[in-house]
Antibody, heavy 119, light 112 residues
Framework: QITLKESGPPLVEPTQTLTLTCTFS??????????VGWIRQPPGKALEWLAA???????RYSPSLKSRLTITKDTSKNQVVFTMTNMDLVDTATYYC???????????WGQGTTVTVSS | DIVMTQSPDSLALSLGERATINCKSS????????????LSWYQQKPGQPPRLLIY???TRESGVPDRFTGSGSGTDFTLTISSLQAEDVAVYYC????????FGQGTRLEIK
């Protein structure tokens, strides 16, 4: 059974860097065509895809946010770390990580972690 | 970016009615070598993460009721719920994963 869990600070101040960790089980990020992605959802708004990292260490980022994002993986710990720099009030959202593959897209999602940007 | 546009934004139907949600991509998401459309549909209920319903435009994910059907190819896609049940109240999103993934804006489905 595949599970994912997001962790990180619930509150971040403007201009700070957000660091979130996705800890997963039930699959290996060294398996062919497997990836882990990050998606966010501001309150009452739509889903926004942010970034993903794949079995071969390929990384993809949302073009509009690319300059602010970094994604890395630690295969031995079954973790993916996501950072977003220069946080702003509009970055307040629930942040999800999800297991993906090239066949199905994002098949299994974590429960999400809510991040509020406020001074 | 491939822009995904859903219609309608919201939909209110009676129990047992057929629901139809449309999704249009700004460029084709059909990958010619394998003839697969890299388009998925998700269901999101309040307070829950999204759930994958359909991938490759028309393949139902394991455990998804057969009243959910995906269709379309290229740039135009449809999610159909054949007979609306109370538990289908949710927001539905399409997503392309042909290139850097993008989501549609969502369609809210309610019971009339």
């Amino acid at each position: 059974q595949i599970t994912l869990k997001e962790s990180g600070p619930p509150l971040v101040e403007p201009t700070q860097t957000l660091t979130l960790t996705c800890t997963f089980s039930g699959f290996s990020l060294s398996t062919y065509e497997v990836g882990v992605g990050w998606i966010r959802q501001p309150p009452g708004k739509a889903l926004e895809w942010l970034a993903a990292i794949y079995w071969d260490d390929e990384k993809r980022y949302s073009p509009s946010l690319k300059s602010r994002l970094t994604i890395t993986k630690d295969t031995s710990k079954n973790q993916v770390v996501f950072t977003m720099t220069n946080m702003d009030l509009v970055d307040t959202a629930t942040y999800y990580c999800a297991h993906g593959d090239t066949t199905r897209g994002m098949a299994v999602w974590g429960q999400g972690t809510t991040v509020t940007v406020s001074s | 970016d491939i822009v995904m546009t859903q219609s309608p934004d919201s939909l209110a139907l009676s129990l047992g009615e057929r629901a139809t949600i449309n999704c249009k991509s700004s460029r084709s998401v059909l990958y010619s070598p394998n003839k697969k459309n890299y388009l998925s549909w998700y269901q999101q209920k309040p307070g829950q993460p999204p759930r994958l319903l359909i991938y490759w435009a028309s393949t139902r994910e394991s455990g998804v009721p057969d009243r959910f059907t995906g269709s379309g190819s290229g740039t135009d896609f449809t999610l159909t719920i054949s007979s609306l049940q109370a538990e289908d109240v949710a927001v539905y999103y399409c997503q392309q994963y042909y290139s850097t993934p993008t989501f549609g804006q969502g369609t809210r489905l309610e019971i009339k």
